[in-house]
């Protein structure tokens, strides 16, 4: 090697090095490692439930696949809500759904001006199984096959088109019960890390599917909360509803007004519903304009809007009349409707009922509580 190379080469190597030294090393990562999250798992799962192996590592694989840390609290979180809506099946049974399909169809034959007697005509048509989607609807016993029946209603019956305009009335699935529109959003938004066979909307009906995107709609996003039971809530109401809820309530102590906690905060439409009234009442007395007011209130379904000036200046005014803290999370007041629900029951108690497992689910993982 000639002289000056070997100098330059000499000057190289040590600066190399120096640099590989300083080089920032790599954060370590948070939560349990693989192994560990499955043995947590497992630890927690019913002890009858079939191919406990696999559900633990959907479970954690849930999490990883969107680099969310398997930690005691998000392990447990996924698993509070995944009992508490299907009891750890892929694709529960729901009693009498045949029975709810018809109501639904006959609903929407009503609002789209179609004879039954020409809807009864169509249903009794041969499905692609050799059944007619009449006796494939009274045979369903669970949300995967009754939407299954609906996909090809729509897809090889020109009624089936008209009648239910390519929106299949199964709006929910799987283990954790998650929003099918959820689901479809998010996979545009971010790969699904699995082969998809047909469609998202099927992958919901699975297991590892259904965990995937509940565990994405349940944390997959950040959230002003120090209690996992503001979550549950939001899985339910829709995500910020907790954090919405307590605005309004802010808000109702504010202008005196009454507001519902709903986590709603702009009204659908043009018309201006009861909390952007409110808040518009106090539009002078915060300094801001009507245009400012609304434009605020329509980041409530984003992330940040507690940082919107109309949010700081509600609590701050607010605090100052009723000279107390007040809370920045609440439980929305909604009450449920679902043709699967025969009692009455609120997002509340889904909230509250939710977090009860979690909790449990901690106390046999050894992790401490958020409260």
Not at 265 to 270: C, D, K, Q, T, Y
């Amino acid at each position: 090697m000639p002289h000056r190379l070997r100098l330059a080469w000499a000057a190289i190597v040590p600066l190399a090095l120096f640099a590989a030294g300083c080089a920032t090393p790599p954060a370590a990562p948070q939560g349990m490692g693989p192994s560990e999250a499955r043995e947590a798992v497992l630890r927690v799962l019913p002890a009858n439930l079939s191919d406990r192996a696999g559900w633990a590592a959907d479970i954690h694989a849930a999490l990883a696949a969107q680099e969310l840390p398997s930690t005691a609290g998000n392990l447990c979180a996924v698993m509070a809500v995944t009992e508490q809506e299907s009891g750890f099946r892929a694709d529960p049974a729901v009693p009498g759904l045949g029975g709810m399909a018809w109501k639904e169809i006959e609903r929407r034959a009503g609002a789209a001006g179609v004879p039954m007697f020409a809807v009864r005509g169509a249903l009794a048509l041969s499905s692609p199984d050799g059944r007619s989607y009449a006796e494939r609807i009274a045979a369903v016993k669970t949300e995967r096959q009754l939407s299954e029946v609906f996909e090809d209603f729509i897809g090889m019956v020109p009624l089936g088109r008209s009648l239910l305009a390519d929106r299949n009335p199964v709006r929910t699935g799987g283990p954790m019960q998650v929003s099918i529109a959820f689901a479809e959003a998010h996979a545009k938004q971010r790969p699904y890390p699995y082969e998809l066979r047909e469609s998202v909307r099927r992958e919901v009906f699975t297991r590892r599917g259904g965990l995937y995107f509940g565990a994405a709609h349940l944390l997959g996003y950040e959230a002003p909360y120090e209690q996992a039971l503001y979550r549950f809530a939001d899985f339910n109401a829709g995500r910020w509803a907790s954090r919405n809820a307590a605005f309004q309530n802010a808000l109702a102590v504010a202008s005196g007004l009454p507001v519902t906690p709903d986590g709603d905060l702009v009204a659908p439409g043009a018309q201006r519903g009861e909390t952007e009234r409110a808040a518009q009442s106090l539009a002078a007395r915060l300094g801001l304009s009507e245009a400012a007011v609304r434009r605020d209130l329509e980041r409530g379904e984003d992330a940040g809007f507690e940082k919107t000036a109309l949010a700081e200046r509600v609590f701050a005014y607010a605090e100052q009349l009723d000279r107390r803290a007040l809370p920045r999370a609440a439980l929305p007041k909604i009450e449920l409707h679902s043709p699967k629900i025969t009692r009455k029951l609120t997002t509340e108690w889904f909230a509250r009922r939710v977090d009860e497992r979690y909790r449990r689910c901690l106390e046999r993982i050894g992790a401490p509580r958020d409260d």
